[in-house]
């Protein structure tokens, strides 16, 4: 860039930045159809990264368990409230545990949402703290 | 002084109806003085809790969501506090929720429309195309 602004064409200084800016955004900001932050790429990597725990070349091993997708990204629930006792109430063990996230699949912004939301709902005794068994 | 307040607490399940509208209404009336305004009451009905609440085992749900500053929460939940009939109470603060609701339903809304436009103009073609065959044969 240093000898592009000291080169002697004050015509050619006003071409070469302007094509340029023009490329550098839109194929990271126009293109991606999966909007801000509920994007439908993370539980992909989620998936792929979080196999079994060993490399698939083990033998006679299951190999890779279905891929689990995250539940809130495929039905694009956005608003995970204390008040649904029921839909959180899938994502709590019998014994009132929050499930890791890697046995739900959910991704990790949903997680953390679910976990405030499970906290809230514990506390105004929607959910228990810790349940029948265990 | 727009923040929205979530307010719900669980009242003694031997109340009756009048003396929970009474507790309501005395709320309703604290809440402009403080500077603040109730936009909805809920009254959610009697419902087994998860877990023993001073010796209760089942409670009555009211749901209050409450527009202002936090100088009107706190003179809510100090008045809770002090009620004897109520026996839980949680205050969640959602207007920065809403703002992230509306935002991400406001995005959803345009895509649908732009990929709308083109949907719309294809089953037009589609629908005309075959219709007219038929009709001169």
Same mark, same amino acid.
């Not at chain 2, 205050?91 to 895509?111: S, Y």
């Given at each position: ?5 000291? &080169?002697?064409? @004050? &015509? *050619? ?6 094509? %340029?800016? *023009?490329?550098?955004? =839109? @194929? %990271?900001?126009?293109? /991606?159809? =999966? ?6 790429? /993370? ?11 060993? @490399? ?38 019998? =014994? ?16 953390? /949402?679910? =976990?405030? *939301? ?11 703290? *810790?349940?029948? &068994?265990? | ?8 607490? $669980?009242?003694? #399940? ?68 002090? +009620?004897?009939?109520? $026996?839980?109470?949680? +205050?969640?603060? $959602? ?8 935002? $991400? ?12 436009? !083109?949907?719309?103009?294809? !089953? ?5 195309? #075959?219709?007219?065959? #038929?009709?001169?044969?």
């Amino acid at each position: 860039m240093a000898d592009e602004t000291k &080169a002697p064409a @004050p &015509a *050619a200084s006003g071409d070469a930045p302007a094509p %340029r800016e *023009a490329h550098a955004p =839109s @194929p %990271r900001f126009g293109e /991606r159809p =999966s909007g801000d932050r509920p994007g439908g790429d /993370r539980p992909r990597f989620g998936g792929g990264g979080r196999g079994p725990g060993g @490399p698939p070349r083990e033998g006679g091993r299951k190999f890779f368990r279905r891929k689990k997708v995250c539940k809130f990204c495929v039905e694009k629930i956005e608003n995970i409230n204390y008040k649904d006792y029921r839909m959180l109430g899938q994502f709590v063990a019998e =014994s009132g545990k929050i499930v890791p996230r890697r046995l739900t699949g959910v991704c990790s912004p949903h997680q953390h /949402r679910l =976990s405030n *939301a499970i906290k809230q709902a514990r506390n105004i005794a929607l959910l228990p703290f *810790a349940g029948r &068994a265990s | 002084m727009n923040r929205t307040y979530e307010l719900m607490f $669980i009242v003694r #399940p031997d109340m009756t109806d009048e003396d929970l509208d009474k507790l309501i209404s005395t709320l309703q009336s604290a809440v402009p003085s403080a500077g603040g305004s109730i936009k909805n009451v809920e009254k959610m009905g009697k419902r087994r809790l998860a877990y023993t609440v001073r010796k209760f085992h089942e409670g009555v749900y009211i749901l209050l969501t409450v527009e202002g500053g936090g100088a009107v929460m706190h003179e809510l939940e100090r008045r809770l506090r002090v +009620t004897e009939p109520v $026996i839980k109470f949680l +205050t969640v603060r $959602i207007d920065e929720e809403q703002k992230r609701l509306d935002k $991400i339903k406001a995005i959803r809304d345009a895509r649908k429309k732009v990929s709308a436009q !083109p949907a719309a103009a294809a !089953p037009e073609e589609a629908a005309t195309a #075959p219709a007219g065959a #038929p009709a001169t044969a």
